[in-house]
């Protein structure tokens, strides 16, 4: 039977809604198998946090008007808990595949990096101090 590889705090993690369950998902990387599925979560931290967005994924699901998760955020794992983080100053971020090929700001800036995100159930939050 093939477990799902644990995450811990420390590990180099990818993020991502999930389509059907509208929890977080989050994937570690598997030495010789690539980013695996952990679990699913309400809430979790990460630092130094960067998008990984394919291009040609946002392509095919304008082409094909059907949805995939074709855009992630990489961290480092800091916490499965939110709350203590809520009340950092932060910018909300949105990926839309039918508006473009990256996370962008509420106002239309592209997000390229931050020292803290924080996924809540409702919203991914990103403070920036120090970064984009």
């Known amino acids: 039977m093939n477990e799902k590889p644990k995450a811990s705090v420390g590990d180099r993690v990818r993020v991502y809604k999930n389509l059907k369950n509208g929890q977080w998902?989050?994937?570690v990387k598997v030495p010789g198998k690539g980013w695996r599925l952990s679990t699913y979560v309400d809430s979790i931290v990460l630092t130094d946090a960067v998008p990984i967005c394919s291009e040609s994924g946002a392509a095919r699901i304008r082409?094909?008007?059907e949805r995939e998760v074709v855009a992630k955020i990489e961290g480092m794992l800091w916490s499965?808990?939110?709350r203590p983080v809520l009340n950092m100053p932060y910018r909300a971020v949105r990926y839309n595949p039918f508006r473009g090929d990256q996370f962008n700001y509420e106002d239309g800036s592209v997000f390229q990096s931050c020292r803290v995100a924080y996924f809540t159930p409702r919203a991914?939050?990103?403070y920036s101090?120090?970064?984009?």
Not at 129 to 132: H, K, L, R, S, T
């Open 80 to 82: 499965f808990d939110s």
């Open 63 to 65: 082409r094909r008007q």
């Open 25 to 27: 998902s989050v994937q």
């Open 124 to 126: 991914a939050c990103f």
């Open 129 to 132: 101090q120090g970064g984009e």
